[in-house]
């Protein structure tokens, strides 16, 4: 049991829409996943079942209605539920990566620095960062006349490659990938599976949700199938 | 956890009748950035003012840790010893730029002046240091001996934001800081403000009704409704998953 790095259990979920009428949406509930270092787990399920909802609470981002969420940070399973403010950046600065489908355009920031800052948040030194961003974007085909340029105008699959650099360049033990590889071509597809595998062999604990059927077979060690809760809740 | 920089405890405020401020408590810690977040009205300008020592609460304090580690209650303090923390460890940005430059004095001697205030003498070093921090704010140095009344919207603000980090200040207020100025030069001034205070380490509190500026700035805001702290996370908390009926409105009226 030592090498866990996330053990979730209970977790329940509703969204509660004000402006509504105050529809109550439940979306997770009693929901249980452990993940160990070096293992990938990819959520699978219909649309809507609550996968994404899922992967942004275990990034802390989603307030939970009830259990917890254990993640190992700095040695000890620390509850992500719980966690005060500042822990929950601590531990996403140290421990837990999020790749989305979006990136979050800086304006004037460029392509590699946008990159390289999410290392030196890691604690990794400057310099170093950028030349490790560089190499990076240069693996996922990013041209390097584009390095320097902000990527707001960069093509949507240009974007998530600058995204995947992000989620990649720190090397944390704890990855979530939500759709990393959605808007990809065959050949960035392959670098990104190569990263995961790379990832998991550092260790990583990696939490993914891939519609992509090749992805999904070259990184899966197992899925988590999702289910959609009955409408009696 | 590190000690606090900033902490309000229930701070009560009226004007007369009317309560400006119900029971507001925050807590600010070095290196950080706190958005609060709410429309004209919410209290959060009063807030800014109590924080500030300008606005004496009805009820409650803000208690401030200096860089020895000693805390101090803001609204106990003599008038010299606040007027000394705002000219050394504080620093506010205005909306109005105006408001805080003198427009009768050079962009250099606008810099220049708070150093000066901080004990430094030597002309050429503060000259230096004026010239040095135009740069830092992308004001070409060759307009040292300007008026601000010869600089664009941006330009003030940018010649503001030089003005109040000259000194390095622990805590920087920030009132709206890209209110009334161009989409364009509000990215310029947005991208300008978060390099700083990161490379700086400053902890700002910034006061904003913008929840694009709040998303790219701060990792943790507050919002306010009718003088209370309605709710409070960190910044992908309340944005993406706002729980408060008014946090949902506010989230629900921004454009996509």
């Known amino acids: ?233 | 956890m590190s000690a606090t920089l900033l902490s309000a405890r229930e701070l009560s405020f009226a004007f007369g009748p009317i309560p400006a401020l119900r029971g507001v408590s925050v807590d600010l810690w070095p290196g950080e950035v706190l958005a609060v977040v709410g429309e004209s009205g919410s209290g959060k300008t009063t807030l800014l003012n109590v924080l500030l020592g300008r606005l004496r609460p009805d009820a409650g304090a803000v208690w401030y840790r200096d860089e020895a580690g000693h805390l101090a209650d803001v609204h106990a303090m003599a008038e010299p010893e606040l007027r000394r923390l705002h000219r050394s460890d504080w620093g506010f940005v205005q909306q109005d730029a105006k408001a805080s430059l003198r427009m009768a004095v050079s962009a250099g001697g606008n810099i220049g002046e708070r150093l000066m205030a901080q004990g430094a003498r030597h002309y050429g070093n503060i000259r230096a240091a004026a010239a040095e921090w135009l740069e830092r704010v992308e004001i070409d140095p060759a307009r040292i001996d300007d008026l601000p009344r010869t600089f664009s919207g941006g330009m003030l603000q940018r010649l503001q934001i030089a003005r109040v980090l000259v000194t390095h200040p622990r805590l920087v207020f920030m009132d709206e800081p890209t209110g009334g100025l161009d989409v364009s030069v509000q990215a310029r001034l947005l991208d300008l403000i978060r390099k700083l205070v990161s490379r700086l380490g400053i902890a700002v509190v910034l006061v904003t009704h913008d929840l694009g500026v709040a998303r790219l700035l701060a990792e943790r805001l507050i919002v306010m409704q009718g003088g209370r702290v309605v709710e409070h996370g960190l910044t992908d908390q309340v944005l993406d998953d706002p729980q408060h009926p008014y946090t949902q409105l506010l989230v629900s009226s921004v454009l996509q």
Do not use: W
């Open chain 1, 1 to 233: 049991m030592s090498d866990t790095m996330i053990a979730a259990s209970g977790l329940a979920k509703s969204f509660t829409l004000h402006l509504r009428g105050g529809v109550r949406i439940p979306v997770l509930d009693g929901l249980r996943l452990e993940v160990r270092a070096g293992e990938c787990v990819v959520l699978s399920g219909p649309s809507g079942v609550g996968k994404s909802t899922l992967m942004r609470a275990l990034h802390g981002t989603y307030r939970l209605d009830g259990g917890r969420i254990l993640v190992r940070h700095r040695g000890t399973m620390t509850d992500l539920a719980v966690a005060d403010e500042r822990t929950i950046l601590e531990i996403r600065r140290e421990t837990i990566g999020y790749v989305s489908q979006f990136l979050r355009v800086v304006p004037r920031v460029g392509a590699r620095d946008l990159v390289a800052e999410a290392a030196v948040a890691h604690g990794m030194d400057e310099d170093a960062a950028r030349v490790r961003a560089e190499a990076l974007l240069a693996r996922l085909n990013i041209p390097r006349r584009l390095h320097l340029l902000p990527p707001a105008t960069f093509s949507g699959g240009e974007q998530q490659r600058v995204n995947l650099a992000r989620g990649f360049i720190a090397r944390r033990p704890v990855l979530l990938l939500d759709e990393p590889t959605a808007s990809l071509d065959a050949a960035n597809r392959r670098v990104v599976i190569d990263l995961i595998r790379e990832a998991k062999q550092d260790g990583a604990a990696i939490v993914g949700i891939f519609h992509d059927e090749e992805v999904r077979a070259a990184v899966a060690d197992r899925l988590f199938a999702m289910e959609p809760l009955q409408d009696a809740a």
